[in-house]
Structures are given as structure tokens and as C-alpha cells.
């Protein structure tokens, strides 16, 4: 399903809550078996009940987010506002809370639900997960609730919560995930039981997609199972951490220069018996691992000052090897890297 169709689907049934109607995104006999919307949460007594009524996520992603007085939290795809809510208490009146969502109706419903709660410190934005209208580096968690699954470029979604958590930031979303191998006929069957539009990520993809973006110490635990190797899952991640001053990230093309001019430098130590001359960019790239390229970089100017990228790892990720790569000594960046799965 297209952006706008999921999109104006939302819309109707913001609407519908915002009349007062129950209302669902899954089929009736997923939502009574449980593991959707309210059931996720154990206490919503203190909250407005449109907000409960209209909560369409998979999971309770607030219950795992360890939110600290004072944070700052970004809730992509934030609906009736439920999770807002709930965070905006956490976070207390120093914190702030961003809901955001691509529908006018759910966003209108969103903010009736926290003027009915009486929360001040949250605020919802017009936008898409593709695209958040938040500048780089000013949130503190990335939470999210069934969401991530009905967007057609996921790989975006994640690049985007990378880039606007600010270093040392939490990403933990509650989602729809395929585990196992299942026929495609089977999987869309089972897709459409449980709402998602555009196809749940496998866990493994999941991993790469969260590993591609930056994001160290990836846990994927399951929370729900629908059958047919659907399940809901709270899927955590944290974007690395580095010295004052400095971002971890992954590497890019556009790093090449740099990258292997403190490649040459090392070089020109004396310190390496096996070559003199740093290979060409095809060359770099050819012999490492795609995954666990980084560079730690200047925020303020986006120098980069130095990088890992190791050759190989072994099959299991606990005892994984690497080779003498490191041309540079960057501690956060080589511990970020070996936190991120083979
Ligand atoms: C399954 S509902 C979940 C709502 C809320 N998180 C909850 O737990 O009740 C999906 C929400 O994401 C919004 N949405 C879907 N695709 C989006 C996108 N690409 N960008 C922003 N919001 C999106 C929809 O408008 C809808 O409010």
C-alpha cells in the first residue's frame, strides 16, 4: 500500500475514534486474541479514554524505554497521541515529548487526547517517519508503536531516527516482524490479519537494515506471536557514543578522500611491513565488511579524524576476528563497531 493510502486508511479511522466509535486496524479476531492496541499496556486508568480507545500499536514500547526526567522523546508515527502521553509523564515538565504523524485527523485527535490529560510538554508535528521536520542530534529516545512496518522505505525510517538522536541515543520500538521462512502467498495473508501494509521486516533484515544505519547493540525480542511466523517484537538499538565533539557513524563514499589519507598517514609511520601505499577506493571497499564501516567525525565541521573497518569476522559473532585494519586509533569507533552483529 502506497504512502497516501495508508495514510487516508489512518485518517478515516482517526476520524471514526475522534465520533467516538471502537475502532481497529487488524482483523476482529486478531484484536480479541489480544497482543493489539490497549491490551499492550497494563495501567491506562489515567488516561483519557479516546486515547485508549484509538491506541492501534503491537506492544508498549514506553514500558522498555527507560525514560529519565528531562528527555527529550520522538514517538514516529504517534496516532492518538497514547504513547506521547504516557512518555510526557515520564519525561516530567523538563522534558518534552514529540509526537509525529503524517495524518491532520490523527493529530487532531492526538491533541484533544493530551488537552484532556492535561499534558503541556508534549507537542505534535505534521510529517512523515521518512522525513522528520527535527534537526540532527536533539532527541534522547526514539520510541515508536507499529509503525515502522507499513513504511515502503524502512531503511529511510531508520536512517532518520539515526540521525536526529543525539549521540549515545536510545532507539526502542515496539513492531510487526516476520520470523522464519515463509511462503509469500502465506506471508501476505497473514500480513493483512495483523494491518501491516507494506510487509514486516524478518528479524535478520531488521538487524542489517538497524546495523546499516549506525546502530550498535541491536536487540530484537519477541513480545506476541500471531502465527504464520508473524510476531510482534520490541526492537532496541542505541546510536554510538564518542568523545565531546565527536559522532560515531557509519562510513560513506563521500569519506573516501579522508579516509584514506589517515589510511596513508598511517602508512607513512613505517609501521606496516605489508604495504606502502593506501589502495585505491574500490580496493578499501572490496576488502571489508560493508557493515562495520565507521568513522568518528568532527559535529561542527564533519572532518572525519579517523575510521575502522575490519577485514573478516568468524561465523560466530562472540568470537569474532579482526584484522590489523585499524589504521587509526579511534577507542569508540573500534567499540562500536565490535558491538555491532557480524
Ligand atoms: C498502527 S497506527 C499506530 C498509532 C500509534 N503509534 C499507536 O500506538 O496507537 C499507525 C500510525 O502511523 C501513522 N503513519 C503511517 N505511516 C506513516 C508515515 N510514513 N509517516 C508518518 N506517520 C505515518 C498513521 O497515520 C497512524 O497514525
Redesign the pocket.
Known sequence: MA?DE??A???A??RAALDGQDVT?CSAAEFERGGF?AAGYDDTSALPVTAVR?????GNPVAVAELRAGETVL?????????VLLSARRVGPSGTVYG????PD?LALARRNAEQAGVSNAEFLH????RVPLPGRVVDVVI????IN??EDKAV?LAEAFRVLRPGGRFGV?DVVVDGELDPERRRAAEQRV?CAAGALPVTAYRELLAAAGFVGVRIAPTADHGDGIRSAIVQAVKPAAGQGLEIRPMRASDADQVLAIYQAGLDTGQASFESVAPSWEGFTAARLPHLRYVAADTGTGQVVGWVAPRRCRPDPSTREWSSTASTSIPAARRTASAAPC
Open positions: 504512502q495508508v495514510v486508511r489512518y485518517s479511522l482517526a486496524d492496541g484509538a491506541s492501534l500499536g503491537c514517538d514516529l508515527g504517534s496516532g492518538g497521541g497514547i504513547d509525529l504523524d503524517a495524518s490523527m510529517g512523515t517517519i521518512e515508536s508503536n507499529c509503525v507499513l513504511s525510517v515496539s494491518g
